[in-house]
């Protein structure tokens, strides 16, 4: 896999319809959004294979990168790009032995120590979160600016900054070192995607001070 986690991240919203969903990510896509991982808790089996396998083809014709969340084997069925792994989600090695040339991403919530034994143990990238509250996840912890700062002096993977952020925060996490910005809230409950999508492309294009 020779593309690297950067810039706009996109996670899906949940929407039961698949068309509504793939409107949604190629307005994400179109403006600027390379990545876009597949986050689907309360759908059903069916549905959630039926519509990965649909952004696959999706993503793939657009060149950007198809993660999934938590399924290994979801990843697999659908020839996606990588999974995205939770604490309570399989490990690396498991990772690794199912999809040895898939992107592995870890989310490390506020702990360095996480990351530093991930990216030892083989991840591609991690996950800090939340770096401000979040509306999609309420309870989550929160990642102070200073960690992000503290992990891109100790990681050589990319960093991913995820939980409430949105185009007025945003910078805030590009000057302290991270490499993408996963946002869910903050992309697809805007009144036009396309355009916040591209207004949160664009901060990667500015020099950092």
């Not at 959004?33 to 986050?39: E, G, L, P, S, T």
Request: glycine share 6%; with cysteine; hydrophobic share 45%.
């Amino acid at each position: 896999m020779n593309k690297k986690v950067k810039g706009l991240y996109a996670i899906t919203p949940e929407v039961s319809s698949t068309e509504q969903l793939l409107e949604k990510i190629r307005q994400a896509m179109a403006g600027g959004a390379r990545i876009i991982q597949y986050r689907n808790k309360s759908a059903d089996q069916f549905t959630r294979l039926w519509q990965a396998d649909a952004l696959r083809s999706l993503t793939k014709a657009q060149d950007a990168l198809f993660i999934i969340n938590d399924s290994i084997e979801l990843a697999r069925a659908t020839n996606a790009d990588g999974v995205h792994l939770g604490k309570d989600d399989d490990d690396i090695a498991t990772a690794r032995k199912i999809l040895p040339d898939r992107l592995i991403g870890i989310s490390c919530y506020n702990d360095l120590d996480r990351a530093l034994q991930a990216e030892k143990a083989g991840a591609d990238y991690v996950a800090f979160g939340a770096a401000f509250p979040s509306p999609t996840k309420p309870d989550a912890v929160h990642a102070p600016l200073t960690l992000y700062r503290q992990a891109s002096k100790l990681l050589s993977i990319p960093i991913v900054a995820i939980g409430g952020i949105t185009i007025h925060n945003a910078r805030e996490l590009i000057d302290a070192g991270v490499d993408s910005i996963a946002v869910v809230s903050g992309l697809f409950d805007s009144e036009d995607v396309h355009a916040t999508a591209k207004h949160f492309s664009a901060l990667f294009q500015k020099t950092k001070p």
